[in-house]
Nanobody, 123 residues
Framework: LLVETGGGLVQPGGSLRLACAAS????????MGWFRQAPGKEREFVVS????????YYADSVKGRFTITRDSAKNTVYLQMNSLKPEDTAVYYC??????????????????WGQGTQVTVSS
């Protein structure tokens, strides 16, 4: 079970940190990813890591602004979002895929999903 927290309303240029807490399993057994979906749009890849957290992959639209990290002791994955833009507004989902999968940007390769958390960037 994955549960996201940390969404909210933020002004352009601001920051938010999303958290994805896992229960019933350990994040160290999985590669983790973050996706987002805006109204009327398809689910979009944001960022992923591999099962060890050493390798990370970012969508071009968030590179240099977003960072994925994980805290094994807390069994939690984080998404630090800086320099937020109105176009970052979406529901953000964390997801887990097999540690043996390198297909990090295709949502169909993720088997477990959180319920999503709303991020709104607006003045």
């Amino acid at each position: 079970l994955l549960v996201e927290t940390g969404g909210g309303l933020v002004q352009p240029g601001g920051s938010l940190r999303l958290a994805c807490a896992a229960s019933g399993g350990t994040v160290n057994d999985y590669a983790m990813g973050w996706f987002r979906q805006a109204p009327g749009k398809e689910r979009e890849f944001v960022v992923s890591d591999n099962w060890s957290g050493i390798r990370t992959y970012y969508a071009d639209s968030v590179k240099g602004r977003f960072t994925i990290t994980r805290d094994s002791a807390k069994n939690t994955v984080y998404l630090q979002m800086n320099s937020l833009k109105p176009e970052d507004t979406a529901v953000y989902y964390c997801a887990a895929r097999s540690r043996y999968s390198d297909t990090y940007s295709d949502y169909r390769h993720y088997g477990d999903w959180g319920q999503g958390t709303q991020v709104t960037v607006s003045s």
